[in-house]
């Protein structure tokens, strides 16, 4: 860290400016201090500077619990830097507290000498006692490690809005305004976007919107003008590849993929859905674009909003449903129904932490042998995981294609993290999409020349089977969930028909198309694979990256298609000593290669809620690639052993 | 918060499907496959009724489509020979909603059981009603699980003596047509597969009308609830049981010589011999009654006792799938140019340059 210029402010103070490579900014506070909104206005001035960045909200599924207490206590991590970044950062370089339970939830993360900004209003002795302090922390000397900074948020939002005429309680509400506006002046971000954001946000209630503007210029003016802060930091852009970004959330990039999928497809999106955390958003994002010939049922349940897309697919539409958790058990039964029938459908499962109600609000990859396997009798389906939260777009645009094409219900696994995680995105040229023909039948195809319609008659090449719409004269047929006659589709119970319509919906699913994996190695000569799916392709390749730096060689690669797997994957598991795989589960993905490839893949996992750190991932790396890992030589580990140390009982693998 | 959704007007239940002028038989609409119910099943009855009832709509086969749930009535779909999914248990008003949301051209018919669309798919009945989803929902109650075999139902009567429930079944039916009616049904009917005169009256109607349509129709299960309806077939005891009602006639049933009427008496109704109240006192049916028609569908106990068949409530009140065809359409005419690069981009994009 090197002074290396100083800035000279209007307002007479002198404050130094301190370049960096890339900050970690954590926003924690109770669940009504708007702490994710301070932490989303931050990244959009963040992404409009032109920063790469990662985030990671992390909240409680309360939506007010008790207030001050441990369990309220909401966060918002931001990582941003003039490089390409690929996680929401580690340990936070700055840390603000909005009251002692944020302060005594996150001190344990911040590394020695990080920037502590504390509202003092909240430490009170009784605040102070809910949380368990004895003392307050600002008096010991339990923070020396740390450049703690005390400013009575509350009091001076309170001043600053003194002749709004507002209510005490109203004014100091506005306080996460004033934290957002001391940021952005240590961080020299841009504040037009968030004066126009409150603005419009409270466009019907013009008062709170000057009184939030106010105590936003204020947290700003605060900074600039006191003592308290003798240095201000400058990121610079970041040098990504050339073309127009902005910022996307997970969810919203799934939403803007379901409507360019309506598009590409050029069939009318039908979404059905039952509100369910944290996939809610891409409903109420899908809402908003009726205009793209989107319909949007919000359904009594589960169950209906997939049977109701499903009904959707049946006439010709591209029947969508969105889920999360328990949902997607409720779902299961349609989906085999949907394998049965044959018809495109998409399901959207976030994952989140299970089993059961389980973490609704944190993220978990334990959904996979259940996307794969969870339904009565063989039901394969296609399988695509996002890597990204700007991904899930591309994710969504692939698996509207291979449903339409192969008629077939696909599960596209998107989890907690990209969901609400967001990442600058490259936006793609939308004249660029793939376009997919649905195809819809239209005459009578049997091949005995009886002019009759087969239904399940297939195509030679994708094995799918015609997708004939009710309104087209003389292709009224029936379908179901009884087993039926190859080819012609009537009922049938005949033991060998049944063996073969098994086999075929199995041949159809292996027969997708689908891009080899590549495989990552800057040197050539790794002999450790790490191989991942989904949300860790970041903390894998920072890891990676971190090993590669301290002269290590090693190889990543990453799987976007779960089912079928790409075709050269096993040949790529064969050419490595040591295939690592890193899942939030215990063991799922590792399960599979070992029964399908015959590899002894070695498993670390982790279901803490949270992503993996890519220093804990980096540690994880080091041991394998010099031998010393006590797993080297068995077959699993998990996290519990290893960084979060906390755990006992649950490690059952060799301690690390 | 709500909002003035300005409601498209109610037209009938089948404006939008394209109509046809050649001429449609029972046979057109019969399908290649081998009907296999039980000899005797009232399914035959309801069946021949409807592949008699289909052609006289004068739409297009290819419009009609038939969704069924699991169950005996279930396999209906697959001899008739329309469009038709067999889904899964309870699931068919769901499947249905979607369709007949996105396909405003479709006649769209549910058919179900009493386990089907009472126990396993209640919520999924109650909320198609509520909604009023342009369908038309075909419940056959016979009393009885047929297809599993023989286990109580959610409409048998307490006491039921079945394979699960060898000391008699513990508990209280449903009445679906209150449940209906409870259910905000915009329309409502009911009547008995032999009655091919009555049954295909009730359909015409709950075809005309654009929603919801709720028809129960009493079916006998020879195998394992045979004669359950015998109360309202025999000669010697329907007239006194059996109470058709029609929109705008007084309620009045029986032999000529010893005529019932239906009269108010407090917030109830009750039978009494027709001669012995003033003609005035009798109840006319009013089909846009909702409380008439609850009070009607509580005449008749789990003991057949004056059992109301015909059209109990038919109302006009706008469909949910008109409202969301008329949201998303409302939706384009405010931005006739939504473009999709334009959506991607959003209002905050910043350009790196090559």
Known sequence: MTSNETAVTPSGGEHDVITKDRVVIRFAGDSGDGMQLTGDRFTSETATFGNDLSTLPNFPAEIRAPAGTLPGVSSFQLHFANYDILTPGDRPDVLVAMNPAALKANIGDLPHGAVLIVNTDEFTKRNLTKVGYEQSPLEDDSLADFQVHEVAMATLTRGALEETGLSKKDAERAKNMFALGLLSWMYHRPHEGTERFLREKFARRPELAEAN???????????????????????????????????????????????????????????????????????????????????TFQAEDEIAGVGAALGASFGGALGVTTTSGPGISLKSETIGLAVALELPLLVIDVQRGGPSTGLPTKTEQADLLQAMYGRNGEAPLPIIAPRSPGDCFHAAVEAAAISVRYRTPVIVLSDGALANGSEPWKVPDASTLESVDPEFATEPNAPDGSGEFWPYLRDSETLARPWAIPGTPGLEHRVGGLEKADGRGSISYDPDNH???????????????????????????????????????????????????????????????????????????????????????????????????????????????????????????????????????????????????SGNGASLGVQA | MSTDLGLPSIGGGLDLVPTTDAKQTAKDYTSDQEVRWCPGCGDYAVLAAVRQFLPTLGIKRENTVFVSGIGCSSRFPYYLNTYGMHSIHGRAPTIATGLAVSRPDLS??????????????????????????????????????????????????????????????????????????????????????????????????????????????????????????????????????????????????????????????????????AADVDPVEIMVHDARNHELAFALSRLSDQDLNHTVTGIFRNVDRTTYDDAARAQVQQAKDNNPNADLQALLNGRDTWTIAG
């Open chain 2, 108 to 273: 769209v018919w549910v058919v179900t059981g009493d386990g089907d669309s009472l126990s396993i798919g209640g919520n999924h009945l109650i909320h198609a009603l509520r909604r009023n989803v342009n369908l038309k929902i075909l419940l056959f109650n016979n009393r009885i699980y047929g297809l599993t075999k023989g286990q109580y139902s959610p409409t048998s009567e307490v006491g039921k003596v079945t394979k699960s429930t060898p000391m008699g079944s513990l508990d209280h039916p449903f009445n679906p047509i209150s449940l209906a009616l409870g259910a905000e049904a915009s329309f409502v009917g009911r009547a008995l597969d032999s009655d091919r005169k009555g049954l295909t009256e009730v359909l015409g109607a709950a075809a005309a009308h654009r929603g919801s349509a709720l028809v129960e129709i009493f079916q006998d299960c020879p195998i394992f609830n045979d004669g359950s309806f015998d109360l309202l077939r025999k000669p010697e005891t329907k007239d006194q049981r059996l109470v058709p009602v029609r929109h705008g006639e007084p309620i009045t049933f029986g032999p000529e010589d010893d005529t019932f009427a239906v009269v108010q008496r407090g917030f109830r109704l009750e039978v009494v011999k």
């Open chain 1, 499 to 645: 063996d073969r319509m098994v086999r075929l919906r199995e041949a159809k699913i292996d027969g997708i198309e689908v891009p080899d994996l590549t495989v990552e190695d800057p040197s050539g000569e790794a002999d450790v694979l790490v191989l991942g799916w989904g949300s860790t392709y970041g903390p894998i390749v920072a890891g990676a990256r971190r090993v590669r730096n301290l002269g290590h060689k090693i190889a990543t690669a990453h799987l976007r298609h779960l089912n079928p797997m790409p075709a050269n994957l096993g040949e790529v598991l064969a050419s490595y000593r040591t295939v690592l795989v890193p899942e939030m589960n215990l063991g799922q993905l590792a399960l599979l290669l070992r029964g399908k490839y015959l590899v002894d893949a070695k498993s670390y996992t982790k279901v803490s809620g949270l992503p993996f750190k890519a220093e804990e991932l980096q540690d994880v790396f080091l041991d394998y690639l010099t031998g010393t890992h006590p797993n080297t030589t068995g077959t699993s580990t998990d996290a519990t052993a290893g960084t979060n140390g």
């Open chain 1, 213 to 295: 503007i106010l105590a936003f210029r204020a947290g700003h003016a605060y900074g600039e003008t006191t003592e308290a802060f003798a240095v201000t930091y400058e990121v610079a852009p970041a040098k990504l590849e050339p073309g127009t970004y902005r910022q996307i959330t997970g969810n919203t990039a799934m939403a803007y993929g379901l409507v360019a999928a309506g598009q590409t497809t050029g069939l009318p999106v039908f979404l059905g859905s039952y509100p369910i955390t944290p996939a809610s958003d891409i409903l109420h994002e899908l809402s908003k674009h009726k205009a793209f010939g989107v319909t």
